[in-house]
């Protein structure tokens, strides 16, 4: 099994994008999307966060800037609805463009899933509902059968809409990483053919800068043993896109056996390999986190 890439790094938080967003400098946004394509990304996601004022311009601009270098298709994300109309007006291929995000709040989604509707694009649908965060797997699967069933009923299909079940940090909520999991056990249950995304790096929010790549690349692992369709992901980090491809079964198999209480050994695996078995079992709650679970 394999992942889509959902390309993170075309976002208005990054210093250089930030700045040619700003001056509509299309130089290092065209650079960027190249970039992606190159290191395998599937999608580019045009993260403007807000953009509260000038979104319904800056949205077009952008897709229009990328896509007069790369085919890719695209991801438009901001929490702006107007600029997300403004992208998918413009888009080659607004078939294959998915809204990122649609939340489970009936304010958000009445405005949306028309939108998603009109264009035939998909969306990603936010387990995010009134009150925030779920809880557990359960408020996420409640939330999930509201979203869809209004999807469903706009006349979209399961197989259009991509499940965020909402990554949460590991350092502060270690038990949410396994609950998550639950939850995509059960997707197919609630929603056959629906697909799933996740914001991978979420997980290692919080965490030293060193320890992030390994957290990101074994939780993807453990998501996609459940379903995972595709994980928006940094396009920087190899060893992530060749284990979203399918490259690197050795890790998989190790953190396989770790989900499986069936660890081998550490004296008989390379450091490499031990990193990832210690990894997996703080994700999976067998080791308490700290930023130190590496040494110990």
């Not at 807000?50 to 897709?63: C, F, I, N, Q």
């Not at 703080?282 to 590496?294: H, T």
Request: glycine share 6%; hydrophobic share 40%.
């Amino acid at each position: 099994m394999t992942m889509l890439c959902f390309g993170e790094s075309l976002n208005v938080m990054g210093t250089k994008i930030g700045r040619a967003f700003k001056e509509r400098d299309p130089g290092p946004i065209q650079e960027e999307a190249k970039f992606q394509k190159e290191m395998g990304m599937d999608y580019i996601d045009i993260n403007l966060g807000p953009a509260k004022k000038d979104g319904h311009d800056l949205m077009p601009w952008v897709v229009e800037t990328v896509q007069e270098v790369v085919d890719l298709p695209l991801l438009l994300d901001t929490s702006n609805i107007d600029a997300i109309e403004a992208g998918l007006k413009v888009s080659n291929q607004p078939e294959k463009t998915i809204i990122n995000s649609i939340m489970c709040r009936p304010e958000r989604y009445e405005r949306m899933i028309p939108l998603a509707a009109e264009y035939k694009a998909d969306f990603v649908a936010l387990m995010w509902g009134p009150e925030g965060l779920p809880r557990d797997e359960n408020e996420r699967a409640a939330l999930c059968v509201e979203l869809l069933y209004a999807a469903n009923e706009a006349g979209i299909p399961n197989e259009k809409i991509w499940v965020d079940g909402v990554v949460t940090p590991v350092n502060v909520q270690q038990e949410h990483a396994v609950g998550l999991l639950r939850f995509y056990e059960m997707l197919q249950d609630i929603a056959p053919g629906a697909m799933s995304t996740c914001g991978l790096s979420n997980v290692s929010n919080g965490a030293p800068e060193h320890l992030r790549g390994i957290l990101n690349q074994t939780y993807a692992i453990m998501l996609e043993r459940y379903g995972m369709a595709s994980i928006i992901t940094d396009p920087r980090d190899e060893k992530m896109t060749e284990i979203a491809k399918g490259k690197r079964d050795d890790i998989k198999d190790i953190v396989y056996a770790v989900m499986d209480d069936n660890e081998p050994n550490m004296n008989d695996l390379s450091k490499e390999m031990v990193d990832f078995l210690k990894t997996a079992k703080v994700l999976m709650g067998k080791s308490l986190y700290s930023d130190s679970w590496l040494e110990l």
